[in-house]
């Protein structure tokens, strides 16, 4: 099993963060840490394979985190950044830092269960290699491959269909606005089952975000932008 620390400031988000883990074959959470500071004893003590690390901390910053999990040699797990933080210095300071993904919230149980797939492909591989042989390029060809992700309409989903909608997506991104499932479906005339799971895909792709729009009552409107 690949063992998990999550880490959160919000105590319900990392709830349901875990119970996405959880979900996945193959992982467990192995300790929940909601500041930076009980993060870094988390991981001394619990040794974790990987590590959900939010950026948004009571304490220290998760870049601060992941800079000491990095000069740790008691624990060095990896990362994958999971956080509210869209700007371009944080982005880059993930990948300076060595975090493996970097998913912004709110995403959906797809789009993590995706990047924890990827990694424990990586997992899998690293360990089936042998330590002392010198590593052939198809080997590292390998290993760098499982942290790209496809642009290709999953299993279910058409292109034909998939260029439709990005190209209505496209477009009101173009004018300023942005795209409800509910909206794209009257506009493409398929299901808003089938228009969610189209925009879904953009977004886990890294060519569309995603961001809630609160009302009254009931559940928060996702709202897809074309980036």
Known sequence: MIRVLVVDDDFMVAKVH???VSRVEGFEV???AHTGADAVVAADELRPDLVL???YLPDIDG????RQLRGRPSADPDVIVITAARDLDTVRGAIHGGALHYLIKPFSYEALRERLESFRSLHRTLADLPGDAPTAQQDVDRLFGTRTR???PPKGLSSETSRVVENILRE???AGG????TECADATEISRVSARKYLEHFVESGRAEVRL???GTGRPERRYRWL
């Open 63 to 66: 870049m601060s985190v992941l």
């Open 150 to 152: 496809s642009a290709t």
């Open 178 to 181: 942005d795209l409800s499932a």
């Open 172 to 174: 009101r991104s173009a």
């Open 213 to 215: 729009r609160y009302g």
């Open 18 to 20: 875990s119970g996405y």
């Open 53 to 55: 690390l939010d950026i």
């Open 30 to 32: 192995v300790g929940v």
